[in-house]
């Protein structure tokens, strides 16, 4: 990574943040890619080699792997081939090999077992689902959101010196400032509108009544949070929010996160935070129970949650769980469709009576699937914000 002195890094960051706004959910997702301890394209973020998001999985491109255009040797080498009309790129390492043929949509291992995962096409090269491939040669996948500065990939082995916290720690700066200068590349310049002056008109002077002048209702900061607990359609609730630009706390249970690793992954692909539901009839069950869930995410996505939202919860459990560190989300509106409909109108009529924010809970039922579409845009309609659940936003 480029040294930079302190002093040019502190004056190009307050320079930034007095024309830049903090990021907000007009904007792209941006995805900075970092290998071992170094970032992909450090003088400045391309559009053509950064990460991109297809059905909430993440893709890299197949450059990643390129030792001698990245300077970073992650093991795994690769040949592109366009033979008899088939377009295939094979990444491989002495002890595997992944082959992905983009003209029929297949990938298939060394020993020609089929593989479920496939290779797609964006800005003109191949990108590569970057979580399988790396399971696939053991490589170390980080899904890192960041608050103000888009999403840190970062794909390891064992060169790599710093865990993810001091790497994030470290570098916090030097992803701020590249990402305030990529979204400025993204805005246009303004132009000045020409108009053209008209004379005053004096108004006829009438005696009419005051009319009294009515403030529009404030609108609330509304956070949702979706329970996976039925397993209906987890998926395209995910999808829809994202679609619209919405971002959620997604809740599961530790026993079920590895059955719905899939679906932990594209929460986490999406801008999703992840969180854990448990019973909290026994503080020290809830305990062990959210501790064994970390273990789970840090195995199955190479990350960890500090959020949980526990059910049946005496005081006793809630104020050890916060005592441990652990930030707990608790609903103010009940938007569960249960067995029946998603109770639109219900939740409006909820969120309405809050004072300034409100938190909504709602499940992955077939109902919600069905109707979260026509929620967000009656949100929206109300004036409402719709805002991420960040850790600093819980106690």
């Known amino acids: 990574m480029r040294r930079r002195t302190w002093a040019a890094c502190l004056l190009a960051a307050v320079l930034l943040v007095l024309v830049i706004p903090l990021a907000d959910a007009s904007e792209p997702t941006v995805y900075q890619l970092a290998l071992n301890d170094t970032f992909m394209d450090e003088d400045a973020l391309v559009t053509s080699n950064m990460p991109v998001s297809v059905r909430g999985t993440i893709y890299v491109p197949y450059s990643t792997f390129d030792r001698y255009a990245t300077g970073v040797d992650l093991g795994v080498s690769y040949t592109e081939n366009w033979d008899n009309g088939e377009h295939t790129l094979t990444l491989f390492t002495l002890n595997g090999l992944l082959c992905f043929n983009l003209t029929q949509g297949t990938c298939i291992d060394q020993n020609e077992e ?7 096409m964006r800005n003109n090269k191949v990108y590569v689902p970057a979580y399988s491939v790396c399971q696939f040669f053991g490589l170390q996948y980080s ?3 960041t608050r103000t500065a888009g999403v840190l990939i970062r794909i390891k082995n064992q060169n790599a010196v710093l865990n993810d916290v001091k790497f994030q720690q470290s570098s916090a700066s030097f992803m701020q400032n590249r990402y305030n200068k990529y979204i400025l590349s993204l805005t246009p310049s303004a132009t000045p509108s020409i108009t053209t002056p008209r004379p005053p008109v004096t108004p006829t002077p009438t005696a009419t009544a005051t009319q009294p002048v009515t403030e529009p209702e404030e609108g609330k900061t509304v956070r949702l949070a979706v329970s996976c607990t039925t397993g209906e359609a987890g998926a395209d609730i995910l999808e829809t929010l994202s679609g619209r630009g ?6 599961f249970r530790p026993a079920e996160l590895e059955a719905r690793a ?6 986490l692909a999406e801008g999703h935070t992840v969180g854990l539901l448990v019973d ?6 809830a305990l062990e129970e959210l501790e064994a869930g970390n273990a789970l995410l840090a195995r199955l996505a190479w990350t960890q949650t500090h959020i949980a939202c526990v059910e049946n919860g005496t005081d006793e459990t809630l104020e050890t769980l916060r005592q441990a560190g652990w930030r707990l989300w608790e609903g103010e509106v009940d938007g569960r469709s249960g067995s029946g409909e998603l109770p639109i109108a219900s939740i409006l009529n909820q969120v309405g009576r809050q004072r300034t924010s409100a938190r909504v809970d ?3 039922s077939a109902a919600t699937g069905n109707s979260v579409g026509r929620l967000i845009s009656r949100l929206l309609n109300e004036k409402h914000t719709l805002a991420a659940v960040l850790e600093s936003d819980l106690s």
């Open 114 to 120: 089929p593989q479920n995962m496939s290779a797609v």
């Open 143 to 145: 899904y890192i959101p």
């Open 246 to 251: 919405v971002q959620a706390l997604v809740l």
């Open 262 to 267: 899939d679906l932990v992954l594209q929460a």
């Open 280 to 285: 909290g009839s026994d503080a020290q069950d």
């Open 362 to 364: 709602l499940d992955d």
